[in-house]
């Protein structure tokens, strides 16, 4: 089991990736929509009913709401219009200064003022609330690109976040034989 710190940052990558695929108006838009809307919120509420509690992490709350405002302007949105283009935007930024200041002051400081297990116990909670969120938003005929990068990621396939949804769903097939 990975501990908190390391699931929170591979989760700020894997949204990384998806502002950039949005960004150069790769794939599906909508669809990249949906899973950065279900990650964003799953991310957030595992962040603040499992590992906040424990620590000073008020602004960072501040900053989910703040989010999930900018996030539904961006799902209301319709791909290529300015409208889009404006919300992406301010919610990259948004997300880019949360990410920015959750890696440098506040993940540093729970690392130092909790011991490995606990990180690991922090990390099991984290993963599993997150891993309700996204059961609840997401479709259960279909999973998430989020969802498919979790189960790669507890199968350890290389590359994994490098690849694309049917690329995760395809390796994913291909190791469970």
Sequence with gaps: MADVITLITQDHRVVEGLFDRLKKKEGDQHAMVAELRALLIAHARAE???????IDAHHSVEEHKEAEILLDSLVRARPGTTEFDKALDDLIESINHHVEEEETKLL???????DAAELERLGTAFEQRRAEELAALGSPAEPSKAE???QAR?????GR?????EELSEALGENKF
């Design 148 to 150: 498919l990068y979790e």
């Design 161 to 165: 976040s490098r690849m694309d949804k």
């Design 108 to 114: 540093p400081a729970l690392g130092s003022s909790a």
């Design 48 to 54: 603040e009913d499992r590992v906040y509690p424990g």
């Design 154 to 158: 507890r199968a350890d396939i290389p």
